[in-house]
C-alpha cells in the first residue's frame, strides 16, 4: 500500500461522519399488527410466549410400530419376535387402542404415540416390507431389532413448552422465525412497519420509460435503480417521477412526496448544477450539501423537507451519475432504510479478498471500486469489473462487490488483500 498525507483544498466529511449525521435523523418506525405470509424481514415489536407445547403430544418420529419396549428385548434378525398387530393410527388421527404387552399398533410419522406403548419400532427393523411385497395382511409384525424405552418418540414439549419465552422484541423476522411463528399458531404478528420511500429524479435530460427519446435526452436510470434498491433491502418504493430543473416542477413532485418516511432524490446537487434545485429545497426545509470524501459519489445532499409545523421529511439527495447514486444508496440510504425497520447492525456485510488487479488511487479520496469477488479453495480474490467511470452503470452490472480502498491510499497492488462490501452473495459468474 502508497499512502500519504492528506491535503485536500476543501473541507470534506468523512465517511462515516456523513453516515452518522444521517443516521442521527432517523428513528424506529411505529408498529403494527400484520399477517404473517407479510413479515418476512420485519422486526418484531413485542416479546413472543408461546401458549401451548410443541408438539403437543407425544408423536411417532418414524413410520413403524408403537410396541413396549421390553417386548423387543430378545429380537435379531434370526430370532424375530413376533408381535400382534392390534390397530393403526395416522397423523392427525387419535389412536383408538392401547398397546398391552405382545402387541403392536402401526403408527405413522406424526400420529400420537398410544396409550401402553413406550417406543417405535421403525419398519425398517420389522418384516413390515417383505409382509407388504407378499401382500400379507398385517395380523402379526416381526421385530428384527431391539429397541429402548422412548425410542423414536418425539416428546409432548420437546421444542417449546407452553409458557416459554421464544423471540424477544427485536428479532428480525427470518423464514424459520416465521415457521416457529406459524408452528404457534400465530396468524398476525406484532412488527415494526416497512418504511415507505419516496423517490424522485431531476434533471431536464432525464425521459421516462416508454416515452419517445428525443436529442439531447437520455432514460431515467436511477429512479428504477434506487426503487428497486429499496425494495432489495426491505423498503416499499414510491415513484414520484422526474422533477425538470425548474421551481413549478420541483415543488410538484416535492408536494406529492410529503406523505412518505424518507424521500431519496438523484441529481442536482453536485457543483455545477442549477441553483434551483437546491434553492427549492433550501427554501423548504433545511438542507445542507455536503462533499464526502469519497469515490464515486462526493456531492451528497442531506436534511429535510418541512411537512407541517412539527413534521419534516428527512431528504437524501444523492448524486445524479448512475453508480454514484448507486453506491451511495448502499453508504446512506440502506442502513437509514435498516434503521427505520428497528435493525440494529447496520454496516454491510464484507469479506477480505485478494486483490487481482493493482488499483490507483489519484486523488486520495475512499474509493469503492466495482469488483467480482469469487471464492477459489478457501481464499476470496476480487477483481475490478472494468471502467470504472460513475457514469458506466455496465461495470455495476458486471460486480457483485464494493471493494474499500481507504483515504489517502494511492496504491494497493494486485495479490494484497482488501475489504469487499458485498452486494449479493448469490451471483458468482456474471
Ligand atoms: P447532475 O448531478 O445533475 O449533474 O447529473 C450528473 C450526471 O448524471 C449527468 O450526466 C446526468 O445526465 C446524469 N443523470 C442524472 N440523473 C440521472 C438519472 N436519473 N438517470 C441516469 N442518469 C442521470
Ligand atoms: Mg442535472
Same mark, same amino acid.
Request: charged letters at 25%.
Given at each position: 500500500?502508497?499512502?500519504?498525507?492528506?491535503?485536500?483544498?476543501?473541507?470534506?466529511?468523512?465517511?462515516?461522519?456523513?453516515?452518522?449525521?444521517?443516521?442521527?435523523?432517523?428513528?424506529?418506525?411505529?408498529?403494527?399488527?400484520?399477517?404473517?405470509?407479510?413479515?418476512?424481514?420485519?422486526?418484531?415489536?413485542?416479546?413472543?410466549?408461546?401458549?401451548?407445547?410443541?408438539?403437543?403430544?407425544?408423536?411417532s418420529?418414524m413410520d413403524g410400530f408403537a410396541v413396549i419396549a421390553n417386548d423387543t428385548k430378545s429380537a435379531s434378525e434370526n430370532t424375530p419376535v413376533k408381535l400382534n398387530v392390534i390397530?393403526?393410527?395416522?397423523?392427525?388421527?387419535?389412536?383408538?387402542?392401547?398397546v398391552s404387552p405382545n402387541t403392536a399398533i402401526r403408527i405413522?410419522?406424526?400420529?400420537?404415540?398410544?396409550?401402553?406403548a413406550n417406543a417405535v419400532v421403525p419398519f425398517e427393523q420389522t418384516n413390515e416390507i417383505q409382509q407388504?411385497?407378499?401382500?400379507q395382511?398385517l395380523d402379526t409384525i416381526d421385530i428384527l431389532k431391539p429397541v429402548k424405552e422412548?425410542d423414536y418418540?418425539?416428546?409432548?414439549?420437546?421444542?417449546?413448552?407452553?409458557?416459554?419465552?421464544?423471540?424477544?422484541?427485536?428479532?428480525?423476522?427470518?423464514?424459520?422465525?416465521?415457521?416457529?411463528?406459524?408452528?404457534?399458531?400465530?396468524?398476525?404478528?406484532?412488527?415494526?412497519?416497512?418504511?415507505?420511500?419516496?423517490?424522485?429524479?431531476?434533471?431536464?435530460?432525464?425521459?421516462?420509460?416508454?416515452?419517445?427519446?428525443?436529442?439531447?435526452?437520455?432514460?431515467?436510470?436511477?429512479?428504477?435503480?434506487?426503487?428497486?434498491?429499496?425494495?432489495?433491502?426491505?423498503?416499499?418504493?414510491?415513484?414520484?417521477?422526474?422533477?425538470?430543473?425548474?421551481?413549478?416542477?420541483?415543488?410538484?413532485? @416535492? !408536494? +406529492?412526496?410529503?406523505?412518505?418516511? /424518507? *424521500?431519496?432524490?438523484?441529481?442536482?446537487?453536485?457543483? &455545477?448544477?442549477?441553483?434551483?434545485?437546491?434553492?427549492?429545497?433550501?427554501?423548504?426545509?433545511?438542507?445542507?450539501?455536503?462533499?464526502?470524501?469519497?469515490?464515486?459519489?462526493?456531492?451528497?445532499?442531506?436534511?429535510?423537507?418541512?411537512?407541517?409545523?412539527?413534521?419534516?421529511?428527512?431528504?437524501?439527495?444523492?448524486?445524479?451519475?448512475?453508480?454514484?447514486?448507486?453506491?451511495?444508496?448502499?453508504?446512506?440510504?440502506?442502513?437509514?432504510?435498516?434503521?427505520?425497520?428497528?435493525?440494529?447492525? @447496520? !454496516? +454491510?456485510?464484507?469479506?477480505?479478498? /485478494? *486483490?487481482?488487479?493493482?488499483?490507483?488511487?489519484?486523488? &486520495?479520496?475512499?474509493?469503492?471500486?466495482?469488483?467480482?469477488?469469487?471464492?477459489?479453495?478457501?481464499?476470496?480474490?476480487?477483481?475490478?469489473?472494468?471502467?470504472?467511470?460513475?457514469?458506466?452503470?455496465?461495470?455495476?452490472?458486471?460486480?457483485?462487490?464494493?471493494?474499500?480502498?481507504?483515504?489517502?491510499?494511492?496504491?494497493?497492488?494486485?495479490?494484497?488483500?482488501?475489504?469487499?462490501?458485498?452486494?449479493?452473495?448469490?451471483?458468482?459468474?456474471?
Amino acid at each position: 500500500m502508497t499512502t500519504k498525507n492528506p491535503n485536500f483544498s476543501e473541507n470534506m466529511l468523512s465517511v462515516e461522519e456523513a453516515r452518522e449525521n444521517i443516521l442521527n435523523m432517523m428513528f424506529v418506525l411505529n408498529t403494527e399488527y400484520l399477517p404473517i405470509s407479510d413479515c418476512l424481514g420485519h422486526v418484531l415489536s413485542e416479546d413472543i410466549s408461546s401458549i401451548i407445547h410443541v408438539p403437543p403430544w407425544n408423536n411417532s418420529a418414524m413410520d413403524g410400530f408403537a410396541v413396549i419396549a421390553n417386548d423387543t428385548k430378545s429380537a435379531s434378525e434370526n430370532t424375530p419376535v413376533k408381535l400382534n398387530v392390534i390397530d393403526s393410527v395416522y397423523a392427525g388421527d387419535m389412536p383408538s387402542s392401547k398397546v398391552s404387552p405382545n402387541t403392536a399398533i402401526r403408527i405413522m410419522t406424526g400420529a400420537p404415540v398410544p396409550d401402553g406403548a413406550n417406543a417405535v419400532v421403525p419398519f425398517e427393523q420389522t418384516n413390515e416390507i417383505q409382509q407388504k411385497a407378499n401382500k400379507q395382511h398385517l395380523d402379526t409384525i416381526d421385530i428384527l431389532k431391539p429397541v429402548k424405552e422412548n425410542d423414536y418418540i418425539r416428546f409432548r414439549g420437546e421444542d417449546i413448552k407452553s409458557g416459554d419465552n421464544i423471540f424477544k422484541k427485536g428479532t428480525i423476522l427470518r423464514p424459520s422465525e416465521i415457521g416457529v411463528l406459524a408452528t404457534l399458531g400465530f396468524k398476525d404478528i406484532p412488527v415494526i412497519r416497512k418504511p415507505k420511500i419516496a423517490i424522485i429524479s431531476t434533471g431536464n435530460e432525464l425521459t421516462d420509460l416508454g416515452e419517445t427519446i428525443q436529442l439531447g435526452k437520455i432514460y431515467d436510470a436511477n429512479t428504477y435503480s434506487i426503487a428497486s434498491s429499496v425494495e432489495k433491502y426491505g423498503g416499499t418504493p414510491i415513484i414520484i417521477g422526474i422533477a425538470k430543473d425548474n421551481e413549478e416542477s420541483l415543488n410538484d413532485l @416535492l !408536494d +406529492k412526496a410529503l406523505d412518505y418516511d /424518507i *424521500l431519496v432524490t438523484s441529481a442536482g446537487v453536485s457543483k &455545477g448544477d442549477y441553483d434551483i434545485v437546491k434553492n427549492i429545497l433550501s427554501q423548504r426545509g433545511n438542507i445542507e450539501f455536503w462533499s464526502v470524501n469519497m469515490k464515486p459519489a462526493k456531492p451528497i445532499a442531506f436534511g429535510w423537507i418541512n411537512k407541517s409545523k412539527n413534521e419534516k421529511l428527512p431528504l437524501l439527495g444523492l448524486p445524479g451519475n448512475p453508480v454514484s447514486a448507486m453506491v451511495a444508496f448502499e453508504q446512506f440510504v440502506r442502513p437509514s432504510i435498516l434503521k427505520l425497520k428497528g435493525y440494529t447492525k @447496520l !454496516d +454491510k456485510p464484507s469479506v477480505n479478498a /485478494i *486483490l487481482k488487479n493493482t488499483i490507483t488511487n489519484e486523488d &486520495g479520496r475512499r474509493m469503492y471500486i466495482r469488483v467480482l469477488v469469487k471464492k477459489e479453495g478457501v481464499d476470496y480474490y476480487a477483481e475490478a469489473t472494468g471502467n470504472q467511470g460513475s457514469h458506466v452503470l455496465t461495470s455495476m452490472a458486471k460486480a457483485n462487490g464494493l471493494a474499500v480502498c481507504p483515504e489517502n491510499v494511492l496504491e494497493i497492488k494486485s495479490g494484497q488483500k482488501i475489504e469487499v462490501q458485498m452486494i449479493d452473495w448469490h451471483v458468482d459468474d456474471l
